[in-house]
Every structure is written in C-alpha cells, then in structure tokens.
C-alpha cells in the first residue's frame, strides 16, 4: 500500500509542476513584436528556465504585425507557424544543463516540459515613422513577479491570459 501512495504522490507531482497550457500569440497591431519570451517553473520555483531563439528570418523572437502562432508544448514549438527551432537554457540548479537545444531534444521534451510554463515576454514595438516605441514586460506574475498581464503603451495595448475549458487551459497574449 506504501509503494502505491508513493507512486500516486510521484505521478501528481509531476502533472503538479508539468506544462499545463498551449500558448497563442495574436497580433493584431500594426507593427512587429519583438523581443524575449521566456518560459519558467511555475509559482517562482527554483529552476531551469528558457528563452526562445531568434526565429527565422528576424533577428530576435519576432511576431510580425498581422502574425498568429500556437505553441503545444516546448517541445513542438519548431513545428509552429512561427517556428522556435532553438531553445536557451539557463539553470543556476545544475549549470551542466546550460545551453541551447533545438526544439525536439530530448532534454526540452522530458525535462523542460514537465518542470517549465509559458512565463512571459519582454517586447517592444516600433512605429518606423514617429519613432514611438512601446515597451512591454507581459506575462504571468504568478510565476514571475517581474511581470505584468495587461499593459496600455502610446500605440498599442496588450494582454496576457489563460482560458480554462473543459479540454484544458490555453495562454494568450494578444497585442491591439
């Protein structure tokens, strides 16, 4: 009876701290999204965390203006309308995980998927014209302080949040 508690215990804690959501980003301004978006354990845990490598062809995390994506996991974030090929990983817990690893490694499917979230994404927009940039900290402040869930710039506002439906929670952020 023992062992089959402490199974219980093992398999709960893992689907406690594993990646819960889909992430949709919606565009819908006028002017590209730019920036770094950030995945981490969820409620501030000590842990690994991940930022996105620049997708192809922009220089950094790029959503261009008019853009939509959906993430299904960490994971099969290379298959996307807006492909995130490379992942950067950061661990202060054990720094030999340190490093980049291209979206289908194994390390970002077994590890990063069960311990990390959709944290946020620090991003600006430009309007070439004026000159007048906004800029955005927007995420989830439950896994980091440090960010926002709804912001009003100069050109544009934006928003971050979660819908909970019967098939499971999704993640937005949508840019206006």
């Given at each position: 009876m023992k062992k089959i508690s402490l199974a219980l215990s093992i398999i709960a804690g893992?689907?406690?701290f594993a990646q819960s959501s889909s992430f949709i980003i919606q565009n819908y301004s006028a002017y590209d999204v730019v920036g770094r978006l950030r995945t981490a354990p969820a409620g501030g845990a000590a842990g690994p965390y991940m930022y996105a490598a620049p997708n192809p062809p922009y220089g950094s995390y790029t959503i261009p203006a008019g853009g939509f994506t959906q993430y299904n996991s960490?994971?099969?974030s290379g298959t996307a309308t807006f492909p995130i090929v490379k992942w950067y990983v950061t661990?202060?817990?054990n720094p030999?995980?340190?490093?980049s690893y291209a979206y289908n490694h194994p390390f970002i499917s077994t590890v990063m998927d069960s311990v990390n979230e959709w944290a946020g994404f620090h991003f600006w927009l430009n309007d070439p014209i004026t000159g007048v940039t906004d800029i955005y900290s927007l995420g989830d402040p439950s896994i980091d302080p440090a960010f926002n869930s709804s912001m009003t710039g100069s050109i544009s506002s934006?928003?971050?949040f979660t819908i909970t439906t019967p098939s499971?929670?999704?993640t937005y952020l949508q840019v206006y």
């Open positions: 893992t689907f406690v960490f994971s099969t661990d202060y817990t030999a995980n340190n490093g934006a928003d971050w499971g929670p999704t």
